[in-house]
């Protein structure tokens, strides 16, 4: 049996990528650099923002102890993220009642307690919620059990 020979400037040039060597395969340095600096602009600005609080502040939110919330966040509890001058941030909306009993279950499911990686599920849009973010979602009375699938599905 022959199969008829197809031929595009697509396959040609895909061909022709995959028998040439391997040129500048890498980022440039300067590219690099500039993406790790806003990377970290990112970072001291979200850290810095209006809604973040300190562990104390949150202590006093959640009605506990400072050392009780350093624990909740090294549990997955709660979101904390690391300051750049020491101990954490964390944002005040968590502890509203549509988000608190989530955090514990988003963690588990996302098999992390990374506060960045926790803080980034729950403020990123996603298309599975019409564009919302599962935080907005959250507040908007979406199922837990929607947010929980998206988490695991993000975690594998």
């Known amino acids: 049996m ?12 895909n061909a022709r990528v995959a028998n040439e060597p391997a040129t500048n ?12 600096q806003s990377g970290a602009q990112f970072r001291r600005e979200r850290i810095e923002a209006a809604d973040m609080i300190s562990t104390d502040d949150a202590a006093g939110v959640a009605g506990t102890t400072r050392v009780t919330i350093n624990a909740w966040i090294k549990a997955g509890r709660c979101i ?19 988000i608190w009993p989530a955090i514990k279950n ?27 973010t599962p935080r907005a979602a959250l507040e908007q009375g979406a199922a837990i059990e929607r947010i929980l699938a998206l988490a695991t599905a993000e975690a594998h």
């Open 2 to 13: 022959t199969f008829p020979q197809i031929s595009s400037s697509l396959a040609t040039s």
């Open 80 to 98: 904390g993220v690391s300051n750049l001058r020491r101990g954490f941030r964390l944002p005040s909306w968590q502890f509203e009642p549509s």
């Open 25 to 36: 395969v890498y980022a440039p340095a300067s590219q690099t650099t500039a993406l790790l």
């Open 106 to 132: 988003i963690s588990a499911n996302l098999n992390t307690n990374d506060g960045w990686r926790l803080l980034a599920f729950l403020e990123t849009p996603r298309e599975a919620l019409d564009g919302r």
